[in-house]
């Protein structure tokens, strides 16, 4: 069974920086793709960033391209989420996902981790 653990989350001021970390396990993951999601209060979740574990490959929402780096440490099983020039509006609960490469959609997801961006 795949598991997927989140840590990293707190307060920060804007313009503060905060890296995320995501623990994977139950899986040889060289065949799956991990996600950074995101949900704000009373908004819908949305996606931020994913990386291929096979390649690298990475891919960005437009609102964190330039401030947001994904990452992946392949020993440890873990997936980064560096975030600099935090604003106000990246104020949410982060999840990690994952999905196998042959799937469109993420079938696994961790619990979440909590960011606040004070103004």
């Known amino acids: 069974q795949v598991q997927l653990v989140e840590s990293g989350g707190g307060l920060v001021q804007a313009g503060g920086s905060l890296r995320l970390s995501c623990a994977a396990s139950?899986?040889?993951?060289?065949?799956?793709?991990m996600g950074w999601f995101r949900q704000a209060p009373g908004k819908e979740r949305e996606f931020v960033a994913t990386?291929?574990?096979?390649?690298?490959?990475?891919y960005y929402a437009d609102s964190v391209r330039v401030r947001f780096t994904i990452s992946r440490d392949n020993a440890k099983s873990t997936v980064y989420l560096q975030m600099n020039s935090l604003k106000p509006e990246d104020t949410a609960v982060y999840y990690c996902?994952?999905?196998?490469?042959?799937?469109?959609?993420?079938?696994?997801w961790g619990q979440g981790t909590q960011v606040i961006v004070s103004s």
């Open positions: 990386i291929r574990w096979r390649d690298g490959y990475t």
């Open positions: 139950g899986r040889t993951f060289s065949s799956y793709t």
């Open positions: 996902a994952a999905r196998t490469n042959l799937e469109l959609t993420y079938n696994y």
